[in-house]
């Protein structure tokens, strides 16, 4: 089927988190669903022009579960897309009556989030939260701000999260029937994001899931849209067991391309100990080159006695105390531009950032005592080939008593001080080997690195890190270098 097409304005699309779904992907998320029972109460939240609706229609009408009856309730707050919506129910109208199927629809141009929050608690006098089997959405992506009246209705639920995407959802899963399913597609963020973390618990503990699937490409699923978060679809019925093995599939999004499918334990998908409940989605290449490296490692960062945190200084509240150029009452200032194949390039004469920050005695909150620190960079853009990036700080090339870490860049230190050398070069090793990228962008879709995600990660014991920092005799390492000198020690280790 053809939907006409919609010229929404970019200002108004944004404010609407409306992006649309590509009819292929549409009838690859109807195509996700277990079977479903002879009547279907379908959800479709934040329905635009009604794509999902309409591959739901479609695959019913291949008759492939004997479905009879489908009641469609559908939000949509756009009342410029409202017509095309009410246009495409009255074709899947039709094409249900030319397959036997009795189709209803009831469209509601109205706000999702307040109205289902205000029912769910119960606010609207005599109107119960309507119950639903299946739920297939695409929900809008916005932040929702700490006092936003979407954040203060979620609330009222106990629901508490920063994106509008994350509130649909959970939204949505209250609404299920107990095996009532869902297919969504969303952002990856909520996979690893630690904003994230309750929205996760809530997730994991009422649906189970089914399936997983991931875009290779960025834009893939979306028409004409420059959609920068990378995108995945899940299939998780209403339930309290997650299932022992779970299948993660890929492709790159394209029309017709195939799909590949893999099937992993749970317990490799959420780590059954991990407080922060992070979902890793490994692709099966680099599933195996993560393994070879993290199998087996259990030291964590807490008991080689060292911490992770992100650079005190954050430049625009401290704009009077920054200097382009060194001086006599400055110590250095380190930004990720300073960032110099391996090892720290400072002062840089052309970078646009400052290159130091006045220290006049005051209390130095935001400065260290200078020393050896790994430095890791919290932002790639996503050209760069690794999300990783980890540089030494060594005080011997850039000399001075204290020194200021900007707030882009996440450091490794020892209650505040500097690490010893060889424990450092090993880091610095490890965390540059292509296993540990691997391993990181399983769990992380986008382009930040967290302190909390290297505080979480596991690490080899100590002897194997300083066994590796031996090695690091210089920082121009070639990557195959590093990964072999990583795969030795390790291999050496077990
Ligand atoms: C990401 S688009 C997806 C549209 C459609 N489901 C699709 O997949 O093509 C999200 C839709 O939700 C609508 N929307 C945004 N906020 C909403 C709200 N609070 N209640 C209901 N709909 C909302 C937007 O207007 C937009 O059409």
Redesign the pocket.
Known sequence: MKLAAIETPRSRQEE??????AAPV?DFMASMFGPLPRTVRLL?????????TSAFVSRCCESRDDVRIIEATL????GE?LDTLAETMRECEQRCAEANIRFTFTIHA?????EMSARLAGDLFDTYPPTFDAAI?????RKIGIDSA?RRALRSIGVETSN?YTGFIALIQRLLVPGGQMVG?TPRSFCNGPYFRPFREDFLMHLELRRLHVFESRQAAFRNDSVLQENIIFHAVKGWNQPAELTISSSSGEPGDAITETVFPFTEIVHPRDPEKFIHIPSAASHATAKETMDGLRTSLASLGLTISTGRVVDFRLKDALRKEPGRDTVPLLYPCHFNGGTVHWPKSDARKPNAILDNDQPRPWLVPSGVYLLTKRFTSKEERRRLVACLFDPDEVKAEWVGFENHLNYFHVSGHGLERTLALGLFAFLNSTGVDQYFRRFSGHTQVNATDLRTLAYPDRDTLEAMGHEVKSFDLSQDEIDQLVTKHLHACR
Do not use: K, M, W
Not at 16 to 21: D, N, P, R
Not at 110 to 114: E, K, T, V
């Open positions: 609407l988190g409306q992006f649309l779904t549409a479709d939240a934040g329905a635009g022009a009604g794509s999902l939000y949509e707050l756009d897309i109205a706000d999702f989030i307040q959405v695409n929900p809008p992506y979407e509008l597609i």
